[in-house]
């Protein structure tokens, strides 16, 4: 930049806002910004000063394995199998020896190093910055020291795996051992680079094979208890291809803090990463499965195809390290260790108030992650244009996306607005990264652009229409969880037929549809109050909705708000609604019971009616083709009732229970405008949905 | 000390119920003793009245800056330390400029009024029951050693102590004064040795009615031995070491050596389940108890006969054992004796870490070889021993020395911030010391550990019995410090020892201890299913203002982590008053409501409402 003469002081010699270097940003730093302007040769030789957990024994990682095999855990499981199984000691034994040697790291610094000098020039390409709270990584960087440290970052790609080692490396600390799915393991060479940079590998169920779970669990907790690594986990379990937080599980957090309720440890410190992606690399990828068309099997040579990617511009990457949590702080008062006094602790057990607790924890680290999460000017974007499918002049978008932001900073978001910037630059800059979705026409009309996909021809056209859609939602919805909740209110109150709505009835409705949407929506368990209470405040206060004398004034209430909010959220009601309708229909009426199904063909079932109501021009909502939203929907049902599942054959089936049925069916009807279908008949052998009456 | 106060055996003048022909007994005239007992009625002549132990035996700071021991007791006395002032600055910051002297003496203005009930008086004087009112009598049995008490002793007043203190002369005098509390509605507190560390001795504050201080110290008569069953029968005053000197004489010991036996007495050790130091040979309390005479305000629980072991539905022995002071008064006690050892020794064991000291007692335990004692210090308890080293240390060779020629030699790879060293006693025939010897130290070896000579180990147990000594030194400078036990199973130890100190760091560290704390552990008895772990914590307390307070909130954070671990409420200090609010949680509802029943029956009235255990809500 040259100089600029507006300099009031003699010693600034460029006060231009728009020169403040974009290395550093609010509490982020760019760590790409250094490696940019030095050698990543001497980066990645150099020494590192790395703290170490102060109980650690130094082990290799043949050691750890070595500790696990002995292990009284290990010992007993193998005993029980024998006995069980009638097989020698022998062949279990080796059989718990090859679980571990498919399971277990190999991390090395000389693998690290390598794969550090790949990641650096690939990272570099890849992303225009990456940014990191400096501040929370040496917390990080303290705590290490004094407790064992499971890491938690959020997991919406590929990247966030290779973008926590990174960091780890870059910053001195110790590289985690990172929980990786199986998935990685087939591919050749990447499979045993992540080995040696200290992935393990851990089967997606393994159920209630006991050798399994006794050597997994050894496993992790002997690394957390003697603190060999910091352990990194995803408490979603997958890859969240909706870009929406997904329900936690909790084997994994379970088999890792009972090292603490067994008080094998002081304390364990969870650090909740949040990764935000400008935009994320498997975007269509991710489209197209959410619709159901196979995901392809992760392979190396995917992968080097991806490196066509590695020309592409994905933005900037922001990662935040939340504040530590103490298990221990976490847990005082909530549940007593000394329970565990009565048997050896080799034998695994948690009380009730242990899995309450692991469950109220995985929902806050989840709830953790989203407050820390950054949302892009361009997640603001597609919110807009999801529900501006014809198009938008980009004027009136960008007041729209002003009007978003205000709403989403004063709820709690944090948004990644350049203050430096005009918002037109803001809007038509990320509008520009998203070339591959929308573009900006000659009339300054922002429009979707379709999707070409050529080697599919087998791809139904509109499910290709639909790719694209859902790819656009897919950013709305990494902001969805900011107005989760003032949406929910939004909903009940539009859908009020009455002129006033009683806090306690809307309280009500308010539980049932958190309860319906509890794996869409992740709320903390036992907060239904306080959330209430929040949002219906934050309504009231900033978005002129009015309460008197307990009662909600229904008809001045809605307003630009509420209708915004509650519009946000309609896909997410008409699609189960649609499920609801699709199950309602399996009714026969012949032989006492509708007939039983395995979840995934009423689905997918599910899916082809909400196929037929899109092309019907009934529904206009492509998002209801989502399998995941299906699934979700299936589930809360099941939860709340609707839904029974039975065993044939060892296969599950699901059933519908009607009365539950239609009534949450009913109070659906009650907070969304639904198309009037009177009665609807669904062929399912021949796999066509037939609408009777006229819509 | 004591080498001028003969001991006599006196006989009670009632008749004894004595058993069997082949009854051998060390009989002595039934005259009374001439001669004051080793603890006078007036305890505050021989004793501290607001620290440990004797008065001419005190930690002093000379003026150029130099600790040593005062008085002759001791191997230490009268030796420098030359080593110990660094140590406290380094390791606890004490600064020997800042110093907090304790009060002057309490005097009668400082004490609540007695509540005095006149008849019971006058019922004690007419049986000719020895008694004082005098306020600095009543005070000194108005509490224990816990760091509260002693803090304030140094620094406050006291709410409630007894109002009378009376001193029995033997178990029908005994009798007599409960028969007169059940009538009066007195409330007494039975006191031995004072040296309890649960708050046992302390008054409830809001207690009405007249609290009379039961001072067993005059029955410290030794009424017979019995050599050929191996028996002693004694009254509950006798304390440690005269019992352990008058046996020594007749070749004998109890074997029972609690760090306190100095002043603690064989009634206090019964009623609070005492353990010693030699366990390993000579078992703890409950091993060693044959016969207990038991004086309640129901009347007198004893069994009818003297046998090694009975099947007579629940022992009511232990309904006795570590009752505390809450169903009545041990007045007699027939306990076992042993032939004394031929030969003693002590050694040490260094290893290069704790664990592998851990690791080693495990292994001794599980072979039952354990000797007399062994006892495993942490790094930071090796090191204030190694500070407790006198600087005339001609008859001992110079630990320092010594360790740096074994790191030369053996020991290269030990790091002396980490290495742990067991101290040893041996007792019994040459060869039999000779025989465990070789058998601990070859175990030892498997575990990494060498043998590091006799003076170490000697050291070791120094410190155990100098300690409480060095706590008044501590509170003098501004240190709060206590020390705290548990018994914990093997496989939770290391985690157990681990986890606590960690707690206890991280809780100093939150609530704004300025300085770092001094904590430490030993693994200090072994079982064959486990251990017991002893406790130092202390820290400066410069800069907060209610030190006591905060100490107790700390420790209490430590003894739940203690739970958690797996560990217990107490292995031999008791419940008392301090520790009573994890009484339920450890024996449950069921346990307690049984407690409660049986002090329901044995005393309804609560006359003894010392208000320790299972008495009131817990």
Redesign the interface.
């Given at each position: 930049m040259e100089d600029h003469e507006q300099s009031r002081n003699a010693w600034i010699t460029k006060d231009d806002p728009k020169l403040v270097s974009g290395k550093h940003k609010d509490m982020f730093d760019d760590i790409l910004d250094d490696r940019r302007h030095s050698s990543d040769f001497r980066w990645f030789t150099r020494s590192r000063d790395v703290p170490n957990f102060k109980l650690n024994k130094p082990r290799s990682p043949d050691e750890i394995k070595e500790h696990v095999m002995n292990s009284d855990r290990v010992k007993y499981a193998i005993e029980q199998v024998c006995k069980e199984s009638n097989l020698p000691l022998s062949e279990v034994t080796i059989q718990a020896k090859s679980i571990l040697d498919e399971m277990a790291h190999n991390l090395r610094l000389g693998a690290v190093r390598s794969f550090a000098y790949f990641l650096i020039k690939a990272m570099k390409k890849l992303f225009k910055r990456i940014y990191v709270n400096d501040e929370g990584v040496q917390k990080v960087r303290e705590i290490i020291k004094d407790y064992p440290v499971l890491v938690m970052p959020t997991h919406r790609s590929y990247l966030d795996f290779l973008l926590v080692s990174f960091i780890f490396y870059n910053y001195d600390l110790p590289l985690p051992a990172i929980a990786a799915a199986m998935d990685f393991m087939g591919m050749k060479f990447f499979g045993w680079l992540l080995r040696n940079c200290g992935a393990f590998y851990i089967r997606r169920s393994f159920g209630d094979d006991q050798l399994y779970w006794a050597v997994f669990t050894e496993y992790v907790q002997t690394q957390i208890a003697n603190g060999d690594n910091p352990v990194s986990f995803y408490v979603e379990g997958t890859r969240s291809r909706t870009q929406k937080s997904y329900a936690p599980r909790l084997g994994m957090l379970q088999a890792s803090l009972e090292t603490y309720f067994k008080s094998h440890t002081p304390d364990i410190m969870i650090i909740p990463i949040s990764i935000s992606y400008d935009r994320v690399l498997e975007e269509s990828l991710y489209a197209y499965e959410l619709l159901g068309v196979p995901k392809p099997k992760e392979s190396t040579s995917g992968l080097l195809k991806a490196r066509s990617i590695l020309q592409e511009d994905f933005g900037c990457v922001h990662m935040f390290f939340g504040d530590p949590i103490s298990i221990r702080q976490y847990s005082d008062g909530k549940v007593d260790r000394s329970s565990h006094n009565l048997a050896p602790r080799y034998i695994a057990s948690l009380s009730q108030e242990e899995q309450e607790l692991i469950r109220s924890l995985s929902h806050h680290i989840i709830l953790k992650h989203q407050k820390n999460m950054v949302i892009s000017p361009w997640s603001l974007i597609a919110s807009i244009l999801v529900q501006c499918k014809e198009g938008i002049t980009i004027s009136q978008l960008i007041k729209e996306v002003e009007w978003l932001k205000r709403q989403a900073s004063s709820i709690g978001g944090y948004i990644d607005w350049p203050g430096n910037e005009t918002a037109e630059a803001v809007t038509r800059h990320s509008i520009a990264l998203h070339s591959n979705i929308v573009r900006v026409s000659e009339e300054d009309i922002v429009e979707l652009l379709h999707i070409p996909r050529v080697s599919t021809n087998k791809t139904d056209p509109l499910f290709q229409t639909a790719a694209q859609h859902i790819m656009l939602s897919l950013y709305r919805n990494q902001l969805m969880h900011i107005f989760a909740r003032v949406a929910i209110i939004s909903s009940i109150l539009n859908g009020c037929r009455e002129s006033t709505l009683s806090i306690d009835d809307l309280y009500t409705s308010y539980t049932f549809l958190e309860t319906l949407l509890n794996r869409d929506f992740i709320f903390q368990p036992g907060h239904s109050k306080i959330d209430f209470e929040q949002a219906l405040l934050t309504l009231t206060h900033s978005c002129g909705v009015i309460v008197e004398n307990k009662q909600v004034l229904v008809e001045k209430s809605v307003n630009k708000h509420t209708t915004y909010f509650s519009q946000m959220f309609e896909p997410f009601l008409i699609g189960y609604w649609i499920l609801c309708r699709y199950l309602l229909s399996m009714d026969p009426n012949v032989h006492g019971k509708p007939l039983s199904k395995p979840p995934k063909s009423i689905i997918k079932d599910a899916q082809s009616l909400s196929a037929r109501l899109i092309t019907e021009g009934v529904i206009r909502h492509y998002e209801v083709l989502s399998l995941d939203m299906m699934n979700n929907a299936l589930n809360s049902f099941y939860f709340m009732g609707a839904v029974r599942k039975e065993k044939r054959d060892g296969i599950t089936y699901m059933y519908p229970s009607m009365t539950p049925l239609s009534q949450i069916t009913q109070q659906l009807v009650k907070c969304v405008d639904v198309p009037p279908l009177p009665s609807v008949s669904i062929n399912v052998d021949a796999k066509t949905v037939t609408v009777n009456a006229k819509l | 000390m004591a080498s001028k106060i003969q001991h006599c055996i006196a006989c009670t003048t009632k008749n004894k119920s004595v058993a069997g022909d082949s009854v051998n007994f060390h009989s002595c005239s039934a005259q009374k003793i001439n001669e004051a007992p080793t603890i006078p009625k007036r305890r505050q002549e021989l004793l501290k009245w607001n620290g440990w132990g004797y008065k001419d035996s005190k930690f002093t700071v000379s003026k150029d800056s130099q600790i040593e021991l005062s008085g002759e007791r001791y191997r230490l006395s009268g030796k420098k330390l030359p080593h110990l002032k660094d140590w406290i600055s380094a390791v606890i910051g004490v600064n020997l400029d800042y110093r907090a002297p304790a009060q002057g003496e309490i005097t009668a203005a400082d004490i609540p009024i007695p509540i005095k009930h006149e008849e019971f008086i006058d019922d004690v004087k007419r049986a000719g029951i020895s008694f004082s009112d005098d306020c600095q009598d009543r005070l000194f049995r108005a509490h224990g050693h816990t760091l509260h008490e002693i803090f304030r002793l140094r620094e406050g007043t006291f709410e409630r102590i007894p109002d009378l203190v009376v001193w029995p002369d033997n178990h029908n005098e005994v009798v007599n004064v409960v028969e007169l509390a059940c009538k009066y509605n007195v409330v007494i507190i039975p006191f031995g040795g004072g040296t309890t560390v649960s708050g046992a001795l302390e008054c409830p504050p809001l207690e009405q009615r007249m609290i009379v201080s039961l001072d067993t110290s005059q029955m410290n008569k030794i009424l017979w031995v019995d050599e050929k069953n191996l028996t002693v029968h004694a009254e509950c005053g006798i304390i440690g070491q005269d019992l352990e000197r008058f046996l020594a004489e007749k070749g004998y010991c109890t074997g029972h050596e609690p760090d306190s036996m100095e002043f603690s007495s064989l009634g206090g050790w019964v009623a609070t389940r005492a353990s010693g130091m030699k366990k390993n040979i000579y078992g703890n309390i409950e091993d060693m108890i044959v016969h207990i005479k038991f004086v309640t305000p129901r009347g007198v629980m004893e069994k009818n006969c003297q046998v090694p072991r009975i099947s007579a539905g629940p022992d009511i022995h232990h309904f006795i054992l570590g009752s505390e002071g809450t169903l009545g008064i041990v007045t007699e006690v027939t306990i076992k004796i042993r032939p004394l050892p031929q030969c003693k020794k002590y050694g040490s064991i260094v290893f290069p870490e704790f664990q592998n000291g851990v690791g080693c007692l495990r292994e001794i335990a599980k072979q039952r070889c354990a000797p007399a004692s062994i006892r495993l210090m942490d790094n930071e308890q090796f090191q204030f021993g190694h500070a407790l080293k006198p600087e005339d240390s001609s008859i001992l060779s110079s630990f320092l020395d010594g360790l740096k020629k074994f790191y030369i030699t053996k020991l290269k790879g030990f790091d002396p911030q980490k290495l742990s060293v067991a101290t040893l006693l041996f007792e019994g025939t040459k060869e039999e010391v000779a025989a465990q010897e070789k058998r601990v130290y070859e175990i030892a070896a498997n575990f990494g550990g060498l043998p590091a000579g006799a003076d170490n180990g000697e050291r070791g147990y120094m410190l155990t019995f100098s300690i409480a000594y060095i706590r008044d030194l501590a509170l003098e400078y501004y240190v709060v410090a206590e020390s705290f036990e548990t018994s914990v199973p093997w496989?939770?130890c290391l985690?157990?020892c681990?986890?606590v100190k960690?707690?206890l760091h991280?809780e100093c560290k939150d609530r704004g201890v300025q300085f770092p704390p001094y904590v430490t552990c030993r693994v200090t008895q072994t079982y064959d299913a486990g251990a017991c772990v002893y406790f130092y914590f202390g820290f400066n307390y410069r800069g907060i203002s209610n030190p006591v307070h905060l100490y107790e909130t700390i420790e209490g954070c430590a003894r739940d982590e203690v739970?958690?671990?797996?560990g217990s409420i107490s292995h031999h200090h008791g419940v008392g008053k301090v520790r009573k609010r994890w009484l339920k949680?450890t024996v449950g509802d069921v346990g307690l409501g049984a407690m409660k029943a049986l002090k329901a029956y044995i005393d309804p009235q609560n006359i003894f409402g010392n208000d320790n255990l299972m008495i009131g809500n817990l």
């Open positions: - | 496989d939770r985690d157990l681990q986890n960690e707690r991280r739970l958690a671990n797996g949680k």
